[in-house]
């Protein structure tokens, strides 16, 4: 508490001796809900003796074993147990890195299926009082989703219920989606692989299964356990009989120790403004009129724990709102239909907090933290706008916020500068989990959690004006549904360093470096460093091939900025290649990807090669060391000419390169173009 009164000090807000009487009825009221909040916590000591003990606990990062990243992805409060580490009288499914299936947007590629009645129990690795489990149930036959009872029991303590539901889950169809699972192709003039044709244009018309493309299956849910748990308890979560659930799959666990809620003293109270923390009615207005007095007297806005109603976009700058932490306020709400689209072309409104618009100026001095926001978006209108966090945000900070079920997590649309997120986590999203959108300079976001975004899960786009001099550093993407989990497209002195990202699952893979989407070119300084990708390099169901764990992609224009390195990166059992660099087939004779230069990686498990070169330029390639390659090192196709003189892609070895992948013949621009290598799956990754 004293640490965040220093924080709110420093920020140029009045210390708490100096603030006025008026607010100071409420301090009673906020201890008051904190010590009810805080009653829900006990003591790692108080923990009931002899509790039933399970098999060893297996602690994973990304299905991964811990040591395998350490000082990469987010520092975060909870530990990560994988489902299938656990004991269970269910079936374990996969691995598979198929897309549309259960098995192939699981954490780590497997997960528990459990029917009516069964069971996975898992030890606890630490004490916990509060669990994360991610899981999948069945949609609807019509789609729209159901709700179904899992049963958490947690050592000797009574048992409690946790009710799922599929309503944020099972998307169909081409982009940008559908829930209907009998709905017709949206797109028959797009080709599809499933009959490798366009099925307008084809004579007699397919017959393409229903559902379509089913996918985005998963979704989480937090429990605050009423009491603090001793490591070595067990946690075992049961379908039950009679469930309306033909059966829920299990994928991980996350234990977590949560602190007790937090109290801001004297700061502004939103219960005085009529705030409603039982959630019954609307708090939208009262939140206005507290965020109003707040930046009148600058003094902090508080968020007591509880629930709040708020149905449309709450307008900030110039003010700080706390919350008591994100398990204790929640700010809540329902999707809102508009009678008249808004100027913007949004049929939709919904809970989120947003700046103003930077062509109004943008707001400024917002610091938002502790608190989580609850969206109530089902399906994908990409000109709604219905995200978490948005607008343009200067000289801001965000911080500790859970944000699920809206559209985008964060979508901010600069020119903005000086925004800083960090310890975030980022949720079961139906777009992107972040981006950088449009001349956003100066800005970072740092040791946050991205897991199951439907788009890129942190990307900077650089559309129309350039961003400059962003960072995403320290954080962990779990199974991005689609595209990337960390995309950049155009930009000038970037970087992408220290991240954790696994589990791609289709039309992108762990990184992306792409002059796609109308994006400025990449200028300047270009940095992707000390990165680990572990699953990752997809099949791209458009191209039909299988990507690289990094890839670089020449579209709108070549790929040439000055300085462009690759550093220190880890690509751990990628599905296909570990580096790709492609240009898409009609401007492969218009654009090039130069000056790449890789250094000090670490190539551990390919499905085929370590680099898949299927564009004009060249790249260079030092201390990149490969083990458990499935294919030939490199393979060269270049714009596919097949020219006497060799490939238009050119490697240069600068030595140090070990494992063989980069032999001398292959060297500069030999032809070893196997369009569809086929694939090896390399053994799990192991220490260096």
Not at 73 to 89: F, K, L, M, S
Not at 489 to 517: K, M
Not at 658 to 673: E, K, Q
Request: charged residues 20%; proline residues 7%; contains cysteine.
């Amino acid at each position: 508490m004293r640490n965040l009164v220093d924080g709110l000090r420093r920020r140029g807000h009045p210390s708490p001796e100096k603030v006025g009487a008026p607010m100071s009825r409420s301090v009673p009221r906020i201890l008051a809900a904190a010590l009810v909040a805080a009653a829900l916590l006990v003591p790692p000591g108080a923990a009931t003796a002899g509790p039933p003990r399970g098999p060893a606990p297996v602690v994973t990062r990304a299905g991964l074993d811990p040591a395998l990243v350490a000082g990469r992805g987010a520092t975060v409060d909870y530990v990560e147990q994988e489902a299938e580490q656990g004991r269970t009288t269910g079936t374990v499914i996969g691995p598979d890195r198929s897309a549309y299936t259960l098995a192939g947007e699981a954490s780590g590629r497997r997960a528990v299926r459990l029917l009516p009645g069964q069971y996975v129990e898992l030890a606890l690795p630490r004490a916990t009082n509060a669990l994360t489990v991610r899981y999948s149930i069945p949609d609807a036959p019509g789609g729209g989703g159901i709700t179904a009872p899992l049963r958490v029991a947690v050592g000797h303590a009574p048992a409690r219920t946790m009710t799922l539901t599929s309503q944020y889950a099972w998307l169909y169809n081409q982009y940008p989606f559908t829930n209907d699972p009998g709905a017709d192709l949206l797109h028959p003039d797009w080709w599809i692989t499933e009959c490798s044709c366009v099925p307008a244009a084809t004579t007699p018309a397919p017959v393409i299964s229903k559902p379509f493309r089913p996918h985005h299956f998963y979704d989480e849910q937090r429990l605050l356990l009423g009491r603090t748990h001793r490591a070595g308890e067990v946690v075992r979560l049961t379908a039950p009989r009679g469930t309306a659930a033909a059966w829920t799959v299990i994928d991980l666990v996350d234990a977590h120790l949560v602190a007790p809620p937090r109290v801001v003293p004297r700061a502004v109270n939103a219960l005085s403004f009529g705030a409603d923390p039982t959630g019954r009615r609307e708090s939208a207005d009262a939140f206005d009129r507290a965020v109003a007095y707040a930046r009148r007297v600058d003094r902090p806005l508080y968020l007591p724990p509880g629930t709040y109603q708020v149905n449309r976009h709450i307008i900030v700058d110039d003010v700080t709102i706390a919350g008591a932490g994100s398990w204790y306020t929640i700010v809540r709400g329902r999707e809102v239909a508009l009678d008249t689209p808004a100027p913007d072309g949004s049929r939709h409104t919904g809970v989120g907090f947003y700046g103003r618009d930077a062509a109004d100026g943008g707001s400024s001095d917002v610091h938002l933290s502790g608190f989580a926001i609850e969206g109530d978006v089902r399906e994908r209108i990409d000109t709604d706008q219905v995200n978490a966090v948005g607008g343009a945000l200067n000289h801001s900070t965000i911080d500790t916020l859970y944000l699920h079920h809206t559209k985008v997590g964060m979508w901010f649309d600069g020119p903005m500068t000086g925004l800083r997120v960090t310890n975030t986590v980022i949720a079961d999203q139906i777009a992107d989990g972040l981006n950088f959108h449009t001349g956003v300079t100066h800005s970072s976001v740092t040791n946050s959690v991205v897991r199951n975004s439907g788009d890129d899960a942190l990307a900077m786009w650089s559309e129309g004006t350039a961003n400059a001099s962003n960072t995403f550093a320290y954080n962990t993407v779990q199974s991005p549904v689609l595209a990337n989990g960390i995309a950049l497209y155009g930009g000038t002195d970037l970087t992408v360093a220290h991240n954790l990202i696994a589990d791609p699952v289709r039309e992108g893979s762990a990184i992306q470096v792409g002059s796609r989407f109308g994006a400025e070119p990449f200028t300047g300084r270009l940095r992707i460093t000390g990165n680990t990708t572990v699953r990752a390099g997809t099949y791209d169901l458009n191209w039909n091939i299988g990507l690289g764990a990094i890839w670089f992609y020449a579209l709108d224009r070549s790929i040439d900025a000055a300085d462009i390195q690759v550093t220190g990166d880890a690509y751990l059992d990628s599905t296909y290649n570990a580096i790709m660099l492609v240009s898409d087939w009609p401007v492969k004779d218009s654009v090039r990807i130069d000056n790449v230069r890789f250094r000090d990686i670490r190539v551990d498990g390919t499905g085929t090669s370590v680099v898949s070169a299927r564009t004009a330029g060249g790249a260079s390639f030092a201390n990149v060391d490969a083990r458990n390659v499935g294919a030939v090192g490199v393979n060269n196709c270049g714009s596919f000419h097949f020219t006497p003189a060799g490939s238009e892609f050119a490697l240069t070895d600068l030595g140090g390169n070990d494992g063989g992948w980069l032999a001398p013949w292959l060297l500069p621009n030999t032809i070893t173009c196997d369009d569809r290598p086929p694939v090896v799956p390399p053994p799990p990754p192991s220490r260096w």
